[in-house]
Nanobody, 123 residues
């Protein structure tokens, strides 16, 4: 079973930046895609970004608008999300997960969930 440990969240002012990390471990670290999702209080979990393992294609939800960048270090089994120009509406718990499919408008996670990392954007 694949496990995820997210880190790097925190409190940041609007316009600030954070870099989230997700350490992936478990019986199998082969996956079709991996990416980030987030959940704000009172809202459903939503996809943020994903990376296709085969060809490194990257997808971002429309609300990202060029502010976030997903990347990975295969040697470390770690996935990152660099977030710039953060806005209060980005406040959420961010999770990573492997996905059976993903694209700009859809994110289909398949793994178990880690604890996530809290991102709070506030002045």
């Amino acid at each position: 079973q694949v496990q995820f440990v997210e880190s790097g969240g925190g409190l940041v002012q609007p316009g600030g930046s954070l870099r989230l990390s997700c350490a992936v471990s478990g019986s199998s670290t082969d996956y079709f895609a991996i990416g980030w999702l987030r959940q704000s209080p009172g809202k459903e979990r939503e996809g943020v970004s994903c990376l296709i393992s085969r060809d490194d294609d990257k997808y971002y939800a429309p609300f990202v608008k060029g502010r976030f960048t997903i990347s990975r270090d295969k040697s470390k089994n770690t996935v990152y999300l660099q977030m710039n120009n953060l806005m209060p509406e980005d406040t959420a718990v961010y999770y990573c997960n492997t996905m059976q499919a993903c694209g700009t408008y859809y994110y289909l996670p398949v793994g178990s969930w880690g604890q996530g990392t809290q991102v709070t954007v506030s002045s």
